[in-house]
């Protein structure tokens, strides 16, 4: 008998909101992977709070006791919303009325009749509810996504709060229409919450999307403007006037320089100006205030290292945002116009191993601003503009050699830079390289790039075609990769994005293959996707037993549409992956005959417990053997990575 009632009271309507709630406790947990501020979290357990409340006033239906959790949820709820916005008053005094009516209403449930209608009690928890508007106030702060949730939900949240107050304090929240329609809407207004924020997570993806394609359409048109300068007799002016031009049409700038240091003088001078540029510095008193006067002076300006706004980026070599309005702002004052007032400065060094060349500066005049996008993309710019700029300078050094060698040793410089100096560390891994090219300019590349301490992403690819062209294929590929894989995603979608971001861009003769491997040694993942390169090898510590990882796919740069996919691999101490270039199984000896996955897999079997850069070297070694007094036709590369103890 007692277990019918029990199922009596189960049934009906309180199951209906037991699934409500358990819907709402799945998409907020779900949602919590993506939540960096514990909102999600918050939710969820303020969802779990409802399933636990439904589940106990089936059981005791005391009305106080259902009114004291009320004005619990709505002060929980206010804190959940404003914890982001960190309006710790606001919430204190909301907290300090719900918990003096909490304490009336328990001591009614239980203790005595303080002959007040326990529905008009619970019209404290108003206060709560009203004060979930507060971050209509804070508009300009609401730069997170949590934030965001609580801006978008405050109008349709704190309605529905307060139509849930009311109704219940008018009708009684025993009655059969608010538990039956009122308290379900209100659990759909929540559900509505989880939406809100998929959708703003939606559009952050997509607004992270649009912000690499156009950083890559940057860097393309800077690539481009600078490659086509180099053929130019007056080519090293020409990078400059296109480079400066360039970094102002992405930034939305009124105006811009480029700066390049002379090293023996310790001076850094204007070496092209575009648009209007009022100064960051002070002008002489004595120069006539005319746009043709101030051009004049800004395009023949000279700073001493250390001088100035300008001489201080070109000295340090460290970055700089200003606005006028700043406390302190070292912008000058040079006069009443527009064009004489800079309104908002951003200036970025410009670096080649570690040697500061000169600067970008770029300004808005009048009350113009710039915003945080801006100024990484002027350090995007200035950043891979450094590389053009010094590449000037060597080819300025070759300009008397042949037209031949000047583009194969313009082509070699540029490889000679996007290859690492030296192979970061990876907390967890060991790496080993060999490389040898063909013809003195290689058209392979290798990279490790560290995404995290314990994790990182490892390419090897193989352009095709030599010289200059290839080369500026390999600056874009580095480019773009150094660009995204800071994110998130796997590694197949960064091969879709890469090849979306040269596609069209590069002639089909110079394709690209492309291998990633993403590595993670807190749990020893690695996940691969493959461009048309060779298949990855996997060798195991324990038996020696060779894997080959391969995905049928094509190179990147032919396809727009182009899908890929990604394998899983789990690697334990000692386990080896192989990342290599065709030069290398394709290497043939003087009978004609071919290197092999099968020579290539046995050196790395035989030596599979010594460190990588020892088994790459045997590699290589044991290639050059089979090859003997036959003359190379492709380049080769091998990238060996170990998995050590975390």
């Not at 929980?76 to 008053?89: D, E, P, Q, T, V």
Request: aromatic share 10%; proline share 4%; with cysteine.
């Amino acid at each position: 008998m007692v277990w019918d009632s029990i199922i009596q009271v189960l049934s009906g309507p309180l199951l209906a909101k037991f699934f409500l709630t358990a819907v709402l406790i799945g998409v907020f947990v779900f949602l919590r992977r993506k939540d960096t501020e514990g909102a999600m979290t918050g939710y969820s357990l303020l969802a779990g709070f409802l399933a636990l409340r439904d589940l106990i006033f089936a059981f005791l239906p005391n009305v106080a006791l259902f009114n004291a959790s009320d004005l619990l949820l709505f002060t929980c709820l206010l804190f959940i919303g404003l914890k982001s916005f960190r309006l710790g008053w606001f919430f204190w005094i909301a907290a300090i009325l719900d918990g003096s009516a909490l304490v009336f209403l328990v001591l009614e449930a239980f203790f005595m009749d303080f002959g007040f209608p326990p529905d008009s009690v619970r019209l404290v928890a108003l206060v709560p509810a009203v004060l979930l508007l507060l971050p209509l106030l804070f508009r300009a702060e609401a730069d997170t996504s949590t934030r965001r949730l609580s801006l978008r939900s405050a109008i349709p949240l704190a309605i529905g709060s307060v139509a849930y107050i009311i109704v219940g304090s008018v009708i009684g929240t025993d009655h059969a229409l608010f538990r039956m329609l009122v308290i379900p809407a209100f659990y759909g207004l929540l559900f509505g919450l989880a939406l809100m924020f998929i959708n703003i997570l939606q559009n952050q993806l997509i607004s992270a999307v649009d912000y690499y394609e156009e950083s890559v359409d940057s860097l393309y048109d800077l690539l481009l403007s600078t490659g086509t300068a180099m053929r130019s007799e007056t080519f090293l002016q020409e990078v400059a006037d296109n480079m400066i031009r360039t970094v102002v049409e992405r930034t939305g700038a009124d105006g811009g320089v480029l700066l390049l240091a002379d090293e023996f003088e310790e001076t850094v001078s204007v070496r092209a100006l575009c648009g209007k540029y009022p100064p960051p510095f002070k002008l002489p008193e004595n120069l006539p205030r005319t746009q043709e006067s101030v051009e004049s002076f800004v395009r023949h300006a000279r700073f001493k290292l250390g001088e100035g706004i300008l001489g201080e980026v070109s000295r340090t070599g460290k970055h700089v945002f200003l606005s006028k309005s700043d406390t302190g702002s070292p912008l000058p004052d040079n006069g009443d116009e527009e064009w004489l007032r800079a309104s908002a400065f951003i200036a970025s060094p410009l670096i080649v191993r570690d040697r500061i060349i000169g600067a970008v500066s770029v300004v808005k005049s009048g009350v113009g601003s710039f915003s945080e996008r801006d100024f990484d993309r002027c350090k995007l710019l200035a950043n891979f503009g450094s590389i053009a700029v010094a590449n000037s300078f060597s080819f300025l050094e070759a300009s008397e050699r042949s037209d031949i060698e000047r583009e194969a040793d313009m082509a070699a410089r540029i490889q000679s830079n996007l290859m690492p100096k030296r192979i970061p560390e990876v907390r967890g891994f060991s790496f080993g390289v060999f490389q040898s090219s063909a013809r003195g300019v290689c058209s392979d590349y290798y990279d490790v790039i560290p995404t995290s301490t314990d994790k990182a992403v490892l390419v090897v690819g193989d352009v095709a075609g030599k010289g200059v062209a290839a080369s500026i294929v390999l600056v874009m590929v580095r480019a773009i990769l150094q660009l995204i894989t800071a994110s998130t995603k796997d590694v197949a979608t960064l091969l879709q994005w890469v090849n979306r971001g040269i596609i069209g861009k590069v002639d089909l003769d110079h394709y690209a293959t492309l291998c990633l491997a993403a590595v993670d040694s807190s749990s020893g993942a690695v996940e691969l996707a493959n461009a048309g390169h060779q298949p990855s090898l996997v060798c195991r510590a324990t038996d020696g037993n060779l894997e080959a990882v391969e995905s049928g796919s094509i190179p990147i740069g032919v396809e727009r549409g182009t899908a890929y996919a990604s394998s899983h691999v789990v690697f334990g101490e000692g386990d080896l992956l192989v990342l290599y270039t065709d030069g290398i199984v394709e290497t043939m000896n003087s009978q004609g005959k071919q290197y092999g996955r099968k020579n290539l897999g046995a050196v790395v079997q035989r030596f599979r417990e010594l460190a990588p850069s020892v088994i790459a070297e045997r590699i290589g070694k044991d290639v050059m053997s089979f090859e003997g007094p036959a003359k190379p036709h492709d380049d080769r590369t091998v990238l060996v990575m170990k998995r050590s103890k975390a």
